[in-house]
């Protein structure tokens, strides 16, 4: 089946306001997960939305937060997101950094009691189209082993960084420090297909490419030592630091249902230009010269980390989206 | 042949101000030097002192810099480090970095026309000993390629990030984004030594083991796309952001000498505690947590980042230091 944007948003935004989100919000998350579908990044978009309903309904997910604001400093401050769906947090936490930025050049925010909040780059484009750049910390439910170590305990735990790029497609580097995202995992075992080679192993310890098995084993860091180590540093940045869940207690939304997430986020932001250069014309530059490289085999063209995603988000934007079976029954049996 | 750290120390600062260095610019040279031997980072110690003196007296570096400290606001600092040797302005710019974040909690501190430094997170080090959390960029000569490209462009780029640990050894994460560090593919070189499968490729392209080929041809990213873009991130961060050359533009140190290198770095430090949490209490528990782990066969220990060479720095502090051929050959002529 497919549906137009616009009926999609509203069905969403009615099923949030039914599991008693304020309109505006019900607004965000709607926004956050159509966004995810436009650029493809299914496993962010509407297979999320029953988990987060679920999720309300259990109280796991405060509905109606208050969310406190703790001014630290002019450039530093603290977002107690008492819970909230993981959108607004960052919504809420994205738009201080911005502020802060604009105010005093840096912006640093640290956020305790989040939740899941979909794809660190969506934020990251808020600051980047005020010409800041932005880089985006958050940790995530046991997926990856620590080197060394045979249990999962951090999280796929995404690096984003984002900076204008002087033409319209933002540069927006979004990238898990795990071989595959576990959403994609979740998203595969969802609709029985097979994950890559040498990105899991079961819960034996041996190589797999069933999804299911992978969700009940470990996901490999990227490149060893190096992955684990940037794996251990979001956790620190944005658990350890906020006051958030560190250390493997951030629970799966999915499965753990015996309290909240308590995820934590950290954001920095600050102006393209605070070293008076002119960035828009450095940075374009710099692209020019990339994409100019000779290329391998194959290879039509050089892309820089966002293109991508934003030529789907173009693509899709004006279509109609397509709605799988089980997204279907789920949709309607929320909207009941 | 061995020799006593005290002895070298004083040969080493004898070579600086031979090289018209002052004092107090040949002594942290020499710290940072004797500390990359103690740390087994032969790559970054003694092979590279003929390199700074061969480019010191081709004026490319200039031993007698007037380093420029531009403040913009009481968080932020620009420092112009004059083509000064890499060492001299990164010491100056972690400190500056340091003022910053004690004086408002957070420091960002942006360098331009600086050169080598060596090791980043020698400096994340004398952040982390004030309590600070430190992240470290800087670009380097083009070692790595893009990602779908054919042609080194991209430095091997470190990402480092120190925090206070909970106990003596700090944690400080530091590592290239390439499967290999260039230095340890030149000190190979020098040596004769093969280098890893599946770390570099030759001019044609082909996998290669001979570090004399890999060094003409192209340094493989950690991880494909990913690395690629983490390489990407940190030349924007260090050379775009701030003013130092960028897009390939870092001049190699040892093999061209057309111009000074302008490397650019970043430093952002903030206080540990900023957000109203014990971090020190938080951060032994994590460790704690992640060092408790079942491991796998063969492993005794699990490490957090840091800690391998920390405990080489403690037993190598109080020996002899071994000089091989080459350098006493080199030393030697040096001194002359």
Known sequence: MKIKKQNLEKMLIKIFMKHKLDKDHAKLCSD?????????????????????????QKKLINPK?????????????LIDADNSIG????????????HNAKKTGIGLVGIKNSGHYGLSGYYAEQAVKKN???????????AVAPHGSLKSLFGT???CFGCPSGSKIPFIFDSSISMINRGKIRFAARENKKIPENV???KFGKPTTNAKRALQGVQLPIAGFRGSGLAWMVDILSGVVTGGNHAGRVKDPFDDFSGPQNIGHLMITFKSNIFNIDFNKRIKENIKIIKKLPKIKKVKKIFYPGENKFLKFRKNKDRLINLNKKTQQELKALLD
Do not use: Q, W
């Open 32 to 56: 956050a997960l159509i966004n995810a579908e436009f650029v493809e990044a299914y496993s962010h978009g509407l297979s999320r939305l029953k988990m987060y309903c679920d999720r309300i």
């Open 65 to 77: 937060p208050k969310i406190k604001d703790i001014k630290i400093t002019n450039s530093i401050s």
């Open 87 to 98: 959108f607004v947090a960052a919504d809420f936490a994205i738009k201080k950094a911005i």
């Open 132 to 142: 800041l750049i932005a880089m985006i910390f958050t940790n995530a439910p046991p």
């Open 157 to 159: 735990n995404p690096i």
């Open 200 to 202: 899991a192993l079961d």
